[in-house]
């Protein structure tokens, strides 16, 4: 949580004094158990600091990379998707104790449930936060086991009415608004085998990622870091100038003006991260051109064969 508070500029020196926990004995592994007001209240300040009330949702969003290791152990233990889901649910306690997750199979679908393990009247912020950051994270759970961005059949859960919008955006559906919290999914991806390269391609995605700059400790320019949050994301294809933006939790005309401001527009930057991760997969061998054309969010191989030729005068197979 610190790591992504950090990459929305929110101080992290700043959140961890309004939460009153120890930020240097943090770092060197001796701050004592976090209290529940404590993880309350940053969750609580994280929001507050940031002014986006859906903290929690954007966060789940942003995770797959921030998750690789319990993910890369999930991948390691499964084969199917139906399999990860199950490792994955038992892994719930590991991360809170306030749900529990149950997955069933319907005749064509199967359903993931995220319950509360004691009666809520009155849900505090951090329950909010947490439900939303799971119930998302199922969502790109999904799309990296399978290097596709997964739809839901459904979504079900409670929100208030004028937040509608962007639990559509993030969720790739319209939710309906209920008391459950329930995500739906059709029964093919279930035994669907699931591509153990992804644990991989992660590690060389921070293998590049290892060349930027720490930015926990530099504050870029806007579009050095729409640049690194397009590459720490880049393994499912390039994010959309909408759900980077609600990232950054401002409007994506505003975010494309504020760019345009320091000289560049998104679409350059996008082009510049597919470039750089084309080269990089390329120069790993590890992966055949129509597998990076697709890692790319390309439909056609011949289109990132244009693509890449237009950026280096040369086509994939040349290069």
Known sequence: MLAY??????????????????????????????????????WRNASHLSNDHLFGLHFGESMQLAALGIVGEIIKLSNTVGEALTHGAALIPLLTDLFQMEISQKRQTFVVSLNATSKVKEPDFEYLQMRDLLTVFVIHELDGLLLEKIKPNSVKLPFKKEDISEYERVFRCRPVNSNECVLEFKLSYWNEPILAANYELQNHLLQKLQT???????????KKRVQNYLMKN??????????????????????????????????????????????????????????ISNMLGYNEMSAFSRAFKRWTGRPPVAY
């Open 5 to 42: 508070a950090a990459m929305r500029d929110i101080s992290i020196e700043k959140l961890c004094r309004l939460s009153n926990l120890d930020l240097k004995a943090l770092r060197n592994g001796s701050h004592p158990a976090i209290t529940p007001k404590q993880f309350n209240d940053l």
């Open 212 to 222: 930027t700059k720490d930015e926990t400790k530099v504050k870029s320019d806007l």
């Open 234 to 291: 880049g393994y499912l294809g390039i994010l959309s100038l909408e759900e980077v933006a609600a990232n950054f939790n401002i409007s994506a005309r505003s975010l494309q003006r504020k760019l345009q401001d320091e000289g560049v527009t998104f679409q350059q930057l996008a082009d510049a991260v597919r470039r750089s991760l084309a080269e990089h997969y390329l120069k790993s061998g590890d992966y055949q051109i129509k597998e």
